[in-house]
């Protein structure tokens, strides 16, 4: 083998290189080879310590791996080479060179060979770590110092002794093939090649020199490398159990997969939606239904969702075959939590992921990541992003509106989502461990293949049924399996409190347990005393932005030194070491995860609201923590107490949509069955639904639910299966659900609704079976059951049930069993005979374009015309194909054939009638026609619509049969232009119900051939067409073929029967096509002359150029007899028509108005229009620009536009209008107008009478000095107004004789909006008039007051600006929120902010606040009112809701408020869920009913919570009490769950009020049914209605008689 002279050397162990003077054979060569380069590594592994140390001995670390003895450990160096090295500069590390140039380039790495630099730029080399090379650096041991230390970093992957021999092989491999054919004797050819050789001690792993690779190449190797160091950190260190730290395994060994989902829809949704199964993560990427750039990653806590990231980081580090990440060349992952205060993502990654390297900064990141040839990026938790509801936005905010990394995938992982997503957005949720995963994972990361070991946590399992729900949440069940195989006293829980409860004090005694060991620290720390941690652990996640990460020494000093060190030897604290934004060190502390903090939060809960004499706010408790955000914290806090338990369910009946989640908090509340019985029977009386697109863990805790309710024998009202049903064991004769779990205990079920749906994807589907023994056997297994409805297309029904399968029971129990197809038909069943009966007499087909829609048709049509059922119509909706005369069937587009068609009277067949492309046309010949009509045998009306249908032209009469002329079927074909054609049975013969049809030709090609097509007909036909409209498509008039010629090349030929001719055109958006479609006087008498039946013709838009005239001598003597209208409107208020005695244009409008927009190209046609009028000497009325000046040239006395154009033509002007900025928002930059400039412009235009600007992006000159205006200006005294705002009703007005600005308002009204730039410029003009002394008759501030500042004597707005010029002010107008959606926060004004914002309006006349959110106070003392306002009596008035009809003003004697009634009628009065709003509420009721008033509507807003024992008031949720009240003619209550008892409370307390006849529940719970004799009889005789409306959007009437609930539709104009 040849060698390069340098080649006699030796390896670190001494040994000599291969290829030196020892004339080796090959085989002991390769041999001797490999045995050097393994000693070499192990001593290596030997003598470095992961952590970078100089020995192994004693790293916590290896210890960690020790059970892997068949595992040797690597060093790979971190930023420096530090470690072992050559012993003399001729013994270099092992390198290897490939010959890849292709592979690198100035363009990027190729990420099929993921490169690790570790070192500084002298030498990079790559080392063997079995499946992979990392690159090394070379470093002369005389080049490094004596206190040199190597970098603390982590260890690379573990490798066998066999994977090292595989790195022997292909080193051997590589180098035989880098240096030509052996000799026979074992020894070197020499290369004959006279060129110089690179040294290969300086060839890098990519097969180039180092000194070759550019500095972006070496800048994307060092930071791919870090990358991969920084996540081998996070993976190799995964914790199952946080006490157990001994035990730290790589992900790979213990990660299992759980379930995923995704949502198959083309947008993104935040509804539950359907749920579709995904193989496994591996599918993440290659799964076409959800390939997009932006996907979440949903799941509840303890789901793995940061584990699955840790997977990735994995696989791309390792290069695991058949990963996602296998191919991707650059993988992104950060913490959202580490990111508070740092708005770039580049910065983030520069911090958190490279560390201190100084070699790649900021802009080197986003340029690999923008030139990378594939990258991820992946954030994870999103709910612990501190920033997340930040004001400023971040590059994360950027990131999800797709305005940042725009084409690259990015995964963001949640437990909720987040306010804004992009449309593309595709959803996948984790669904947690199925007993298949959990067995895997104690086999793989607990017993191995010990099988006694694994039944007896199997077994454990079992044992505990609230354990075997919750150990789906994977963090639940490592803990359980791990602490259910090492504890043998191992209990039996009722609650996922009581778990974690038992978790801890397992924490506590292995820690006090390992305390007794010798030369261990001892812990003394009382396990039930951390009433510190759980007021810290409370304020973490009770604030809007959650702060789930504190400072070590922060959090020492908050807890004691001692205690925290006793948590983070439990596990439950977890330190990390992360770079702060400023690159410094630091060490964070957060929870093992974030349950434990909402366990000891829920502890502080628990402890504020059990405190005797206290009342707290629930409200004000809970404000920042949602129950979807941190469910846990509610349900532990109802497991830890049991009176606290019980206020926080009630607390939770007010909110919408809980009645799920107050099932799991329900099932956590300690104390006596009996309470708990209670409670369920409450959630019992009404409809328990499941959710298909409920998580498993709700869907789980409803079917406990039902567990406990079958087991004490409650009764469930009814049963809702909604989209979740898959079908009936008859086995264990219990129902399954999609999800999987099983409904086993359903004997006392009353109602049993199922409802499916239409599906979307997967059409080729087959639907949900429900087969004649599941049917039976649903009956059968509950005994309670009065009625089974199911509702859907999803759902299959048997055609029949045999009479001999239905037991004699059944029949006697008579269980009503319905089917709603949804087409208008529904089936009951028949217990006598088991046939299906139709309640409707001649049902509606909808036959839509989706495959499995048109098989549910298919069988329906079937079925009907079995049973002999007319069918009214059937609608074809864009599937018909043709018909098939041989098997008398219309066949689908789909291919598939209806066949049933006896039994129609009407077919309608609908396509295509929208705008653009229409699908191929489809051709119906005569055939066809008169099969169709025969084959069906009761049609009456056959109905064709749409523009791809050709029918035949005619039918000859000898085809008819006469059978078909004496039935006399309507077949009609509307062409939807307006004619409508029907057949004639005499003659075969189409007639055309209108006489004149009018058509349209649009811009597209298809769409003008099939107008051509008609007109065609049309003209064959001899019919008039009464109008022909050309939108947009017409090119030119060709004389020489006399035609017109269209945009797409068409010929319009046929114009004999048109009457009309109306050709519109558009304004041109491009500059690059400015030329407009000029129509030559040939090309317009030509067009005359082809039409002989014309008689007006239009031109309509800025684009046509006609010619400025025709001369007569050109005019054929007809055209002048015939007096074509021929007219032109140029769309900017001018209409031309064409004078035919002499040829010239006459302008209909005598001055005509301009307009001139921002637009470049709409400015050029102005441009020319103006011209052509100042040529004529047309005067124009008005010259409007909007928003279009730019300034005034006095040099060349021309306006100057914004886009550069110049306007000259002015003479002509009378009215020039300067239109600016008047709207909120961003307001443009500022134009100022000089003296001279105003003044050059007034006397260019000699016409010019008034001119105005208007805008707030105008400043004109504060004065004009009278020497500077010329005698002519003061003579002509043309109008100059001045109006920044029209709003502000200010305007200025120029005085000639001075040169000053005349106020012409004198008493101006500003308003103030929400918008902080509108606000800003409102204050400046308030400033002007206070300085210029002009009183403000009204300051109108419209929802932007925040408060009184009584110590600056100042408004304060929402937006923080202050309002201080109120000395003139004599109205204030403080206006709220007044309309429907969610009123803002409340704002509640003092008595010391009113009186100082009385005192410092000197002013002040009256002061008006409107709106829900502002609370004034009750009453004012009136020993606090100065003098002087008694003195002054100013109006102060206060209206919350003018629909109330109330208004409050305020009696200056004695500071109390009096009530005005607004309204002669009735008030409606609406009461809401804050105490301030309930408190007002209450008074204006009382005041309302004092005076009289008859009360509408009490509408009941999410603040209703019972009715007290004796039934005489309603309580609200803030605690106030509602007496009785003869004014109120309805009661409505929306958003609150009413059990049975309640029901009856409301009842009785309707009996008392003796004018209520109408009491309404909306998107509430009720029960389903009230027995009737409970009902008082006097509400029977009132007449009183109990209606409902559930938020499914069905509506009910409650049968007073009956007690039960029937379906009613609303009849009148009620809201």
Request: a negative charge; proline letters at 4%; glycine letters at 6%.
């Amino acid at each position: 083998m040849d060698r390069d002279p340098g080649d006699d050397r030796e390896l670190p162990d001494g040994n000599p290189s291969p290829g030196g003077d020892g004339n080796l054979g090959p085989g002991r060569h390769s041999t001797r080879r490999g045995r050097s380069l393994m000693s070499w590594m192990q001593r290596s592994a030997r003598r470095y310590n992961p952590f970078g140390g100089t020995s192994g001995r004693g790293s916590s670390h290896s210890s960690q791996h020790s059970h892997q003895s068949d595992i040797i450990h690597i060093q790979r160096p971190l930023h420096r080479a530090d470690e072992i090295a050559p012993t003399s500069r001729d013994e270099p590390m092992f390198e290897v060179t490939d010959d890849h140039d292709d592979a690198f380039t100035d363009e990027g790495m190729s990420a099929t060979d993921p490169m690790e630099q570790t070192g500084s730029e002298d030498r990079i080399t790559r080392v063997c770590t079995g499946d992979d090379w990392v690159p090394r650096h070379h470093s002369r041991p005389n080049e490094l110092s004596q206190d040199t230390q190597p970098i603390p970093g982590p260890s690379t992957s573990s490798h066998s002794v066999e994977h090292l021999r595989q790195s022997q092989q292909l080193i051997d491999k590589q180098a035989r093939a880098s240096s030509g054919s052996l000799n026979p004797v074992g020894g070197a050819a020499r290369s004959q090649s006279t060129e110089p050789t690179e040294d290969p001690h300086t060839m890098t792993s990519l097969g180039k020199p180092l000194h070759r690779l550019t500095e972006k190449q070496k800048k994307k190797l060092f930071f791919i490398e870090a990358l991969r160091t920084r996540y081998k950190v996070d993976y190799d260190k995964v914790q199952p159990i946080p006490y157990i730290k001994d035990k730290l395994y790589c992900v790979d060994k213990v990660y299992v997969e759980g379930g995923f989902e995704f949502m198959p829809t083309e947008q993104v949704t935040r509804g539950s939606g359907s749920w579709e199964r995904l193989e496994s993560y591996k599918s993440l990427f290659s799964d076409r239904r959800i390939q997009s750039v932006r996907r979440i990653f949903e799941g509840e806590p303890g789901y793995g969702k940061t584990t699955v990231t840790l997977q990735l980081a994995y696989d791309w580090c390792n290069r695991v075959e058949g990963s996602p990440m296998r191919d991707v060349e650059v993988l992104i992952i950060l913490r959202m939590r580490q990111l508070s205060g740092i708005r770039s993502i580049y910065r983030a990654i520069e911090v958190y992921l490279l560390g201190s390297d100084p070699r790649v900064e900021e802009a080197d990141i986003a340029a690999i990541i923008r030139e990378s040839r594939s990258a991820v990026v992946i954030l994870d938790g999103y709910d612990e992003y501190p920033d997340q509801h930040s004001r400023r936005e971040t590059d994360v905010q950027r990131i999800l509106k797709l305005d940042l990394f725009a084409s690259t995938p990015v995964i963001l992982t949640t437990r909720y989502l987040p306010d804004y997503l992009a449309p593309i957005t595709r959803r996948v949720r984790l669904t947690g461990f199925d007993e298949i995963a959990r067995d895997e994972y104690i086999r793989k990361a607990v017993v191995g293949e010990d099988k006694i070991a694994l039944s007896i946590i199997k077994a454990r399992l079992k044992e505990n049924p609230v354990l075997e729900d919750l150990c789906q949440v994977p963090l639940v069940f490592v803990m359980f399996a791990h602490i259910a195989h090492e504890n043998q006293d191992f209990q039996n829980f009722k609650s996922v409190t009581e778990f974690f409860r038992y978790m801890i004090r397992c924490f506590h005694e292995h820690l006090k347990n390992k305390s007794k060991e010798l030369n261990t620290v001892r812990y003394s720390i009382d396990e039930n005393e951390h009433a510190a941690l759980d007021k810290l652990a409370f304020l973490a996640i009770s604030q809007e932005n959650q702060q789930i990460t504190w400072s070590r020494d922060g959090m020492c000093k908050q807890l004691g030194q001692d205690f925290y060190e006793t948590y983070l030897a439990l596990g439950i604290f977890v330190e990390e070491e992360v770079v702060s934004y400023n690159s410094s060190r630091e060490v964070e502390v957060r929870f093992y995860h974030k349950l434990f903090c909402e366990w000891y939060a829920a502890h502080h809960i628990v402890y504020i609201l059990s405190q005797p004499g206290q009342s707290v706010s629930l409200d004000k408790l809970f404000r920042h923590m949602k129950p979807e955000d941190v469910q846990y914290v509610y349900r532990f806090a109802c497991g830890l107490n049991r009176d606290v338990g019980s206020s926080i369910i009630q607390y939770l009946r007010g909110s919408r949509g809980t009645f799920q989640f107050r099932i799991l908090c329900l099932l956590e509340k300690s104390g006596d069955a009996e309470g708990t019985l209670v409670s369920v029977r409450s959630l019992c009386s009404g409809t328990v639904t499941i959710k298909g697109g409920d998580n498993r863990l709700l869907q789980r805790s409803t079917v406990q639910l039902l567990d406990i309710a079958a087991t004490r024998g409650i009764i469930v009202s009814s049963l809702h299966l909604d989209q979740c049903f898959a079908k009936f064991d008859d086995k264990d004769a219990c129902i399954v659900l999609k999800s999987g779990l099983r409904l086993t205990k359903l004997k006392t079920v009353k109602v049993l609704r199922v409802t499916g749906r239409i599906r979307e994807t997967d059409c080729h589907s087959k639907g949900i079976e429900v087969t004649r023994e599941e049917l039976l056997g649903i009956c059968q297994t509950c005994k309670t059951l009065k009625e089974i409805r199911f509702e859907g297309r999803e759902y299959l029904l048997p055609l029949s049930v045999p009479v001999e399968m239905i037991p004699p029971a059944l029949k006697t129990r008579n269980i009503m069993v319905s089917y709603e197809d949804r087409r208008g038909t529904i089936h009951q069943l028949n217990w006598d005979d088991g046939q299906w009966q139709t309640t409707t007499s001649e049902p509606v087909l909808r036959i839509s374009q989706e495959v499995l829609d048109q098989q549910w048709a298919l069988e329906e049509l079937a079925r009907l015309t079995t049973d002999g059922i007319p069918v009214s119509c059937i609608h074809l909706d864009q599937c018909f194909s043709k018909f098939d005369v041989t098997n008398a069937c219309i066949v689908l587009t789909s291919g598939l054939r209806v066949t049933s068609l006896k039994t129609v009277k009407a077919l309608c067949v609908d396509g295509f009638m929208g705008e653009g492309i229409i699908p191929s046309r489809i051709e119906v010949t005569s055939e066809e026609l008169l099969g169709l009509l025969q084959t069906c045998e009761t049609l009456e009306e056959i109905r064709f619509e749409g523009r791809e249908f050709l029918l035949p032209h005619s039918v000859p009469a000898e085809m008819i049969p006469p059978t078909l002329k004496t039935r006399n079927i309507m077949v009609s074909y509307e062409d939807r232009r307006g004619t409508i054609h029907q057949l004639n049975w005499d003659d075969g013969q189409w007639q055309t119900t209108t006489n004149e049809p009018s058509l349209r030709i649009p811009q597209e090609e298809l769409d003008q051939q099939w107008a051509l097509e008609e007109l065609a007909r049309l003209t064959t036909d001899g019919i008039l067409v009464s109008s022909l409209h050309l939108e947009q498509c017409f090119s030119k008039f060709d004389v020489t073929n006399a035609c017109i010629v269209l945009k797409s090349g068409l010929r319009l030929t046929i114009l004999k029967t048109v009457k009309v001719l109306r050709v519109t055109g558009r304004i041109r958006e491009t500059v690059g096509d400015c030329k407009g479609i000029e129509v030559t006087r040939l090309e317009l008498l030509g067009l005359f002359q082809k039409c002989e039946t014309l008689k007006e013709i239009r031109f309509e838009g800025r684009e046509f150029l006609l010619p400025h005239s025709v001369p007569a001598e050109m005019i054929p003597p007809t055209l002048k007899t015939r007096n074509i209208m021929v007219s032109y409107e140029d769309g900017r208020g001018m209409i031309h028509q064409l004078n035919w005695d002499d040829g010239q244009w006459q302008t209909t409008t005598n001055e005509p108005a301009f307009r001139i927009s921002q637009e470049e190209l709409d400015q050029q046609w102005a441009l020319e229009e103006l011209a052509r009028l100042s040529t004529d000497g047309i005067h124009v009325s008005c010259l409007h620009l909007d928003r279009c000046f730019s300034k005034f040239d006095v040099t060349n006395a021309c306006i100057v536009l914004t886009s550069g154009l110049r306007l000259t033509n002015l003479k002509t002007v009378k009215v020039l209008h300067v239109g600016g900025f008047t709207g909120t928002g961003t307001i443009p930059s500022r134009i100022e107008v000089t003296r001279e400039e105003l003044l050059g412009l007034l006397q260019t235009c000699e016409t010019l009478e008034e001119i105005r600007f208007v805008g707030r992006e105008y400043h004109l000159p504060l004065s004009v000095p009278a020497e500077l205006i010329p005698p002519t200006m003061k003579t002509t005294n043309i109008k100059v107004s001045y109006e920044r705002d029209r709003e502000h009703g200010v305007i200025h007005q120029l005085n000639w004789d001075d040169g000053q600005w005349q106020t012409t308002t004198s008493e101006p009204a500003l308003r103030i909006p929400q918008e902080v730039m509108d606000q800003q410029w409102a204050l400046e003009e308030l400033a002007r008039l206070s300085t210029d002394g002009i009183p403000v008759s009204c300051l109108h501030l419209d929802q932007c007051f925040s408060k009184f500042d009584a110590t600056n004597a100042c408004i304060v707005l929402t937006s923080a600006l202050r309002v201080t010029n109120l000395k003139t002010v004599k109205v204030l107008h403080v206006g709220g929120f007044t309309g429907t959606g969610t009123i803002p926060s409340d704002i509640e004004v003092t008595r010391e902010e009113l009186l100082g914002l009385l005192q410092t309006c000197e002013t002040l006349e009256e002061i008006r606040f409107e709106g829900l959110e502002y609370f004034l106070p009750l009453s004012i003392q009136a020993e606090r009112m100065p003098p002087t306002l008694k003195t002054r009596n100013i109006k102060v008035s206060y209206e919350r809701y003018r629909e109330h009809g109330v208004v409050h003003q305020l009696n200056w004697d004695d500071g109390q408020w009096q009530h005005q009634i607004t309204v002669d009628g009735s008030v409606r009065v609406d009461i809401f869920q804050g105490k301030l709003d309930q408190q007002w509420g209450k008074k204006e009721l009382a005041v309302l009913s004092t005076a009289g008033v008859s009360i509408n509507r009490l509408y009941l807003h999410r603040s209703f919570s019972n009715i007290t024992d004796n039934t005489q008031s309603i309580i609200l949720t803030s605690g106030c009490t509602i007496p009785v009240l003869h004014t109120v003619r309805e009661l409505r209550i929306s958003y609150t769950d009413v059990d049975l008892e309640v029901f009856l409370r409301i009842l009785a307390y309707t009996k008392e009020c003796t004018k209520i006849t109408w009491i309404i529940f909306e998107y509430c719970n009720v029960p389903d049914e009230v027995d009737a004799k409970l009902i008082p009889h006097l509400l029977k005789q009132r007449g009183l209605k109990v209606y409902w409306f559930p938020k499914t959007g069905e509506e009910y009437i409650l049968d007073l008689g009956a007690g039960n609930w029937k379906k009613w539709r609303r009849q009148y104009g009620r809201d």
